[in-house]
Every structure is written in C-alpha cells, then in structure tokens.
T-cell receptor, first 119, second 114 residues
Framework: AQKITQTQPGMFVQEKEAVTLDCTYDTSDQSYGLFWYKQPSSGEMIFLIYQGSYDEQNATEGRYSLNFQKARKSANLVISASQLGDSAMYFCAMILANAGGTSYGKLTFGQGTILTVHP | GAGVSQTPSNKVTEKGKYVELRCDPISGHTALYWYRQSLGQGPEFLIYFQGTGAADDSGLPNDRFFAVRPEGSVSTLKIQRTERGDSAVYLC????????????FGPGTRLTVL
C-alpha cells in the first residue's frame, strides 16, 4: 500500500523568501505520480504541480518546483518568492500509474502542512 | 468552463437519518472520485468511478455508504443511518481518462451529524 508522510505540521516564511515543504512516500510500485495540492481556508483543493516517477527532470510550474529524489523517495515542494496569498494547507499526494505512465485510481494524501507567510 | 460542483454545500442532519450528496463533474471527464476529509487531515479515498461502474470502492468504510453514477456523469453518495463519526467534508473530483490523471476537485459538502 502507498503511504505519504509530511513531517511538518506547520511552516512559517517571510514574504518574498523561498520555502521548502517536505514529502516522503512509500510504495513498492515502479510507476507512480506525485502531486502537490493547495487548500486555502475556503476549502477547495487546487492543483499545483505533478511529477511522474519516470520523469528525469524536476517539475516546475511558475513559482513552484518539485525537488524529486527518487532514491530517497522524497518529493519536496519549493515555493519561491512567497506571497501572502500562499498561506494555506499544502498536501502531497501519490497515484499509481501503468508502465506507460498513465495514472489511474485513487490519490493517497499526506497529513498536510500549514504554511503561513508573514509580511 | 465550469468546474466540479457539489450540492449541498452544507448539510446538517440528525443521527440515524439518510443523506444524499451530489457531484456534477467537469463535462467530458470519465473518471469521478469521492474523498472524505476530517478536520486537520488529508482527504481519504472512498470510491472511484470509471464511466458508470465503480472501478474501486475499497475506501467505503462500511455498508452504510453507497455511491452511484447511473449515466456516467452526475454521481450521488448515499449514507444510511448516519452516525456522528460521519461528520466531515466530502470532496468530489473528476479527471479525464489516461494521461497523468490530474484530478480536479469540487468545493466539497460539509456534513454535520448531530
């Protein structure tokens, strides 16, 4: 069974600074995908970034980048130039995929990290 | 275009009652998922539909929970004999089949069982 671990219940960062949110995962499957979602206080889950297990390069989406270290089974999210609007809960999640890289089935989520950005 | 919608946004019921929660996925999305999120926790998977059929219902906690998607679009999550422990936010998501299968989430239904 898959498992996602987020060891930081809460993180603080100064506006305009960079912050890293940790995520480790556990699976015996070779094909999988890793996601990061943001959940503001309004409750809606917002997709941020995706990394496939066979992707050789780390994923980037604007100010978000994913530091993927396959051997360590870690997929940390890096947010550069933090903004006040980045204050939210952040979830790391995993999905299994077939050998062709097509994901299927359920997402397994971690416990989340609450990020607070200070002005 | 329109995102995933869920109704009602809030539902308060009494212990023992029956409730139905509705999800309208993004048009054209063949896969639909239900998750349950308790306060301060990550979402937990309940059930996954591919088209009209349940491809994986391993997350349903017991036989009081049931979900349908009769025409491959709208889905209804049904909870019988509600218990106080059922109180949570119920999230629905949809995705296209294939590819990286990014799931788009609705705003959720907050269920409170008194």
């Amino acid at each position: 069974a898959q498992k996602i671990t987020q060891t930081q219940p809460g993180m603080f960062v100064q506006e305009k600074e960079a912050v890293t949110l940790d995520c480790t995962y556990d699976t015996s499957d070779q094909s999988y995908g890793l996601f990061w979602y943001k959940q503001p206080s309004s409750g809606e889950m917002i997709f941020l970034i995706y990394q496939g297990s066979y992707d050789e390069q780390n994923a980037t989406e604007g100010r978000y980048s994913l530091n993927f270290q396959k051997a360590r089974k870690s997929a940390n999210l890096v947010i550069s130039a933090s903004q006040l609007g980045d204050s939210a809960m952040y979830f790391c999640a995993m999905i299994l995929a077939n050998a062709g890289g097509t994901s299927y089935g359920k997402l397994t989520f971690g416990q989340g990290t609450i990020l607070t950005v200070h002005p | 275009g329109a995102g995933v919608s869920q109704t009602p946004s809030n539902k308060v019921t009494e212990k023992g009652k029956y409730v139905e929660l509705r999800c309208d996925p993004i048009s054209g999305h063949t896969a639909l998922y239900w998750y349950r999120q308790s306060l301060g926790q990550g979402p937990e998977f309940l059930i996954y539909f591919q088209g009209t059929g349940a491809a994986d219902d391993s997350g349903l906690p017991n036989d009081r929970f049931f979900a349908v998607r009769p025409e491959g679009s709208v889905s209804t999550l049904k909870i019988q004999r509600t218990e106080r422990g059922d109180s949570a936010v119920y999230l629905c998501a949809s995705s296209l089949a294939g590819g990286r299968n990014e799931q788009f989430f609705g705003p959720g239904t907050r269920l409170t069982v008194l």
